[in-house]
């Protein structure tokens, strides 16, 4: 008090105290009133920022986990603005691409996706908007910073604003190149050999591990004078 007399000025302080063990928070203003150039008195305002205080430190400690998650996480995570355009990208989501994640905050999600899967991203988007709390997951081509694509499952799902609109979409991106390209490289195998078994004289048949037989060769029917799904439905006898 004695500075408030001394100086004539307000003077305002927070406080941090323990009333019957419990934590609180104060915000005290002191304020000089005068008489005749003389500070007379001090008028004392108390306010309580207790909530507050315990509102902030758990947005801190709830920013502090999601930084963590994002900045740890082994699958890109992004939040979007209802026009598409990213907000936040994690560390992830940027390796994929070849960018920083400076680079990429400000694009719009359509700016990195493959030509053919552009429409379906854009009506995808609109549609999450328009329903609100939907989860889409589906898969999309993307385009690196060195113009290759490759391949991703994206799952999408909308934050509601106070409005109850719409106001951001999350997705979870993961890289499935590797994936795709297994399933392509086991199909043309099994194209080769479909051809191979269908064009030879000699018997092709595939069995499981208690002896079903899955496949035979067209060439069984001259061997055996049965199909071969006869000889599937009823074993080789």
């Known amino acids: 008090y004695q500075s408030v007399f001394d100086s004539g000025e307000s003077l305002v302080t927070e406080e941090k ?27 004392t305002m ?4 207790t909530k507050r205080k315990k509102v902030e430190e758990a947005f801190r400690i709830s920013t502090s986990r999601l930084q963590a998650i994002l900045e740890n996480a082994n699958v890109g995570i992004v939040l979007l603005n ?7 990208v994690n560390n992830r989501f940027a390796e994929m691409f070849g960018y920083l994640p400076d680079e ?28 609100g709390s939907q989860k889409v997951i589906q898969e999309k081509r993307y385009i690196r910073k060195d113009g290759s694509p ?12 106070l409005d109850g609109e719409t106001a951001n979409i999350v997705s979870v991106v993961i890289d499935i190149t590797a994936k795709k390209e297994a399933v392509q490289t086991l199909e043309e195998s099994e194209e080769k050999y479909r051809l191979i078994a269908e064009n030879t004289n000699d018997v092709l048949f595939t069995v499981d591990i208690n002896g079903n037989i899955l496949y ?3 060439s069984v029917e001259k061997m055996r004078d049965f199909t071969p799904q006869e000889i599937i439905s009823n074993g080789m006898k």
């Open 46 to 49: 108390i306010y309580d920022l």
């Open 17 to 43: 105290n323990f009333i019957n063990k419990k934590e609180t928070y104060t915000v005290i203003k002191k304020i000089p009133i005068f008489d005749n150039d003389q500070v007379a008195y001090i008028i």
């Open 150 to 161: 490759f391949w991703a499952q994206v799952a999408i799902s909308s934050i509601a604003g």
């Open 104 to 131: 990429i905050v400000g694009l719009n999600v359509i700016d990195l996706t493959h030509q053919e899967d552009k429409a379906i991203t854009k009506q995808t988007l609109e549609d999450i908007i328009r329903h």
């Open 216 to 218: 035979v060769s067209p």
């Open 82 to 88: 209802r026009k598409g355009v990213y907000e936040i």
